[in-house]
């Protein structure tokens, strides 16, 4: 499910100096600040000073001057053994982050409802900005093996059923985004993951334009024809029913499909004959 601390803190899972390789250059202390509080956010359990230290590539002596800013921010909180949790500030982030995005209080229920029909899980992305998108909302379907989005992760857009989608909407001219428009569905195996599969639809705002789009995702083997073609049905009818609440206009799209098999096809076809194709 959606957490208010994923939303805006990303999980720690890169080292500092593997982060300092990626990102332009910024102010230090402030990277290695948010260094320390990804690596808190990056699990539930509080954190000692040696861990920090070895999640972060910082020393010991660095990170206390840098909690003590951070705590008294409230930003994180000092336990009684002396280990370090999330502080009550990155909560009212969280909540303001929800606020700033209305659109997650109208999702949620309509994943909830996907997922209870048997779907795989269910999730709202956005766009990030020119290159990326952000999963906003995730809700976990009831099979025992899942895919590994969570809220808050920052996503390709060029790969993935939710991302082609979304920048097929955002004014890519070419044939395969011209297709994705008029179908407002996009279906993906193995693109983004080579174990992965998800189906995709957008919802429209008044202006008519998009505001995100719904996607369901999970083990590629349980994307059979048949179950794509179910998703497909189930989806479309979610995206419109947001699309709807929001005072937009879901387009008109043919309800026969039986596309799902050639496009299956067709990308195991292409994954077979790319094995780095995730």
């Known amino acids: 499910m959606y957490s208010p601390y994923k939303s805006v803190i990303q999980r720690g899972e890169l080292s500092l100096a593997t982060r300092k390789k990626r990102a332009p250059a910024g102010v230090a202390a402030v990277d290695r600040a948010l260094a320390i509080v990804q690596a808190i956010a990056s699990q539930p359990e509080p954190w000692s000073l040696a861990k920090l230290s070895a999640a972060t590539d910082l020393y010991k002596s660095t990170i206390l001057r840098l909690l003590g800013s951070l705590e008294n921010a409230r930003y994180v909180t000092r336990l009684k053994d002396g280990n370090y949790t999330l502080g009550p500030a990155i909560f009212r982030l969280g909540l303001s982050y929800e606020h700033a995005h209305p659109l997650r209080e109208i999702v949620v229920p309509v994943l909830e409802s996907l997922v209870k029909n048997g779907t795989e899980s269910a999730s709202l992305h956005i766009r990030h900005n020119a290159t990326s998108r952000v999963c906003l909302v995730r809700v976990d ?138």
Do not use: W
Request: hydrophobic content about 40%; some cysteine; proline content about 6%.
């Open 141 to 278: 379907s009831n099979h025992s093996t899942l895919d590994r989005i969570q809220a808050g992760d920052i996503l390709p857009l060029d790969r993935g059923a939710a991302g082609r989608l979304l920048a097929a909407f955002d004014g890519e001219e070419t044939t395969a985004a011209r297709q994705l428009r008029e179908n407002c569905f996009a279906l993906s195996v193995g693109e983004r993951d080579p174990a992965c599969a998800g189906v995709a639809c957008p919802v429209f705002g008044p202006d008519g334009a998009v505001k995100g789009v719904l996607s369901l995702s999970g083990p590629r083997e349980r994307f059979t024809p048949a179950a794509i073609t179910r998703m497909r049905e189930l989806l479309l009818a979610a995206a419109g029913a947001v699309t709807q609440t929001l005072g937009g206009k879901f387009p008109e799209v043919s309800r026969s499909y039986d596309a799902p098999k050639k496009l299956l096809d067709a990308q195991l076809t292409k994954k077979s004959g790319k094995s780095s194709a995730g």
